[in-house]
C-alpha cells in the first residue's frame, strides 16, 4: 500500500516538475500576438525614420498611416510593453521597451544612411505606405507580416520568427515556394501551364 501512494506521489510531483518546465518556457518566449506586435513595432519605426528623412510627402503619409491604424497601433505597443514587463519584470521591462524601440529607429536610420541606399529605402518605405493605405484597409497585423524589416528580435521567440528586411509587401529571400508533391491520380507531367 505504502509503494502505491509513494508511486502516485512520485507521478504527481513529475508532474507538477514537468507542467513547471513547460510553463517557465512559455513564460521566457514571446507569443504569436507579441511577435506580430514585434514586427508592428519595427515596421513603424522604419517608417518614423522615412518620414523624418524622405521628404514631405512621406511625412504626409506617415501621419495618414498613424492615423488610420491608430487604435490597432496603440493596442499593439501596449502588447509590446507588457510582453517586456513580463519578461523583465516592470522596471527592467520599461527600460527593455525603450532600450529596443530606441535601438530599432536607430538602426534603420543607420541602414538608410548607408552611401547608395536613401533613395531605396524611400523608394520600399512608399510601397508600404501605398498598400497600407490602399482604399481596402487591411488589418494591420496582417499587413506588417507581409514587411519584411532587418531589426532582429528583442526576445526569444521561440521558433516564431520575423521576416528580415524592408522590401514593400513582399516575401522575403528566405521564404522559397515549394513545389506540390505529385499525388495519387495525378496526370503524368502534369503542370500549372498546359502546353
Excluded at 509503494?3 to 514537468?18: C, D, H, I, M
Excluded at 511625412?59 to 488610420?68: K, P
Excluded at 544612411?113 to 484597409?137: E, H, S
Amino acid at each position: 500500500m505504502h509503494t502505491n501512494l509513494r508511486t502516485g506521489a512520485w507521478a504527481a510531483l513529475l508532474w507538477v516538475a514537468g507542467a513547471n518546465v513547460v510553463e517557465a518556457k512559455s513564460l521566457s518566449c514571446a507569443t504569436a500576438a507579441e511577435v506580430s506586435a514585434i514586427q508592428v513595432s519595427a515596421v513603424q519605426q522604419e517608417l518614423t525614420d522615412a518620414a523624418l528623412a524622405c521628404g514631405p510627402n512621406e511625412v504626409s503619409l506617415f501621419n495618414r498611416f498613424q492615423t488610420v491604424f491608430n487604435k490597432e497601433l496603440r493596442r499593439s505597443d501596449g502588447l509590446m510593453l507588457a510582453m517586456f514587463k513580463r519578461l523583465n519584470g516592470a522596471s527592467k521591462g520599461n527600460a527593455a521597451y525603450d532600450s529596443y524601440k530606441t535601438r530599432a529607429i536607430a538602426h534603420a536610420e543607420q541602414r538608410r544612411t548607408v552611401p547608395g541606399a536613401a533613395a531605396d529605402f524611400c523608394k520600399a518605405a512608399d510601397i508600404v505606405f501605398a498598400a497600407a493605405l490602399a482604399p481596402d484597409k487591411p488589418v494591420l497585423e496582417d499587413f506588417v507580416a507581409g514587411v519584411p524589416v532587418e531589426e532582429a528580435t528583442p526576445v526569444d521567440t521561440c521558433q516564431i520568427t520575423v521576416a528580415v528586411t524592408l522590401q514593400g509587401v513582399a516575401a522575403g529571400p528566405d521564404i522559397m515556394p515549394r513545389a506540390r508533391p505529385d499525388l495519387p491520380g495525378d496526370a503524368v507531367n502534369q503542370s500549372l501551364f498546359p502546353q
